[in-house]
């Protein structure tokens, strides 16, 4: 079936050094990969996303990478800080038959802390 | 503008009784997604809707589990019978459109004692 594998589970930084989250996806239909945090008690927030047809986006201090062919997208955060501290999901959409079923596939999670 | 609402924020029932989750979606917006979160774990899909139709109920357990999304109104994930292991939270997407990027409630937490 569909999977998200992500990594690692746990990630901690000190301020200001940078943070590399991996994940890996089974279906190579997907085509729409949204990168989500989520805080303590809260809902997961959307915080970038990418579709299959480009290979890597940035947003300030923010950027994910996609490798089509190896199947896995990365997201890359620069320059952290302490409000960064939280559970990172990775997802990719599901693929039902021929069209997207609107379903995204999360990984694990990941939990950042940033050591001030 | 308002973002997508859920209500209650959090809920307590005991054995054997209903429980009846709202999640109204961001103004615009016509398709609506229920994931649940256990603790410790990421999201798992339950069932994707349309207004007055579902569209994919695939992540659903098949029974005791329902939801709906009214032409007027919030949709509804209903759970009957609840046992122990419904506890979780439950989350609630809504888009614009089907591949259009799905923005997040911030849940119901369900115990169930």
């Known amino acids: 079936g569909e999977n998200v594998e992500q990594h690692p589970s746990t990630l901690s930084v000190q301020e200001g050094d940078s943070a590399v989250i991996k994940c890996t996806y089974s279906?190579?239909?997907?085509?729409?990969f949204p990168w989500y945090k989520q805080e303590l008690g809260k809902g997961p927030q959307l915080i970038i996303d990418?579709?299959?047809?480009?290979g890597e986006k940035k947003d300030q201090r923010i950027a994910v990478t996609l490798n089509k062919t190896a199947k896995h997208f990365s997201l890359h955060i620069t320059e952290t800080q302490p409000e960064d501290s939280a559970v990172y999901f990775c997802a990719a959409l599901g693929v039902g038959g021929s069209s997207n079923t609107g379903k995204l596939i999360f990984g694990q999670g990941t939990t950042l802390q940033v050591k001030p | 503008n308002a973002g997508v609402m859920q209500n209650p924020r959090h809920l307590v029932r005991r054995r054997g009784q209903e429980a009846r989750l709202r999640c109204s979606p961001m103004?615009?917006?016509?398709?609506v997604y229920w994931y649940r979160q256990l603790p410790e774990e990421g999201l798992k899909f339950m069932v994707y809707l349309q207004k007055e139709n579902i569209i994919d109920e695939s992540g659903m357990p098949k029974e005791r589990f329902s939801a709906e999304f009214p032409k007027e109104g919030p949709s509804i994930l209903r759970i009957q019978q609840v046992v122990r292991g419904d506890s979780a939270a439950y989350f609630c997407?809504?888009?614009?459109?089907?591949?259009?990027?799905?923005?997040f409630g911030d849940g119901t937490r369900l115990s169930i004692l």
């Open positions: 997407a809504s888009s614009p459109q089907v591949h259009q990027p799905q923005h």
């Open positions: 103004k615009g917006h016509s398709h």
């Open positions: 279906d190579s239909a997907s085509n729409y």
């Open positions: 990418i579709r299959s047809n480009v």
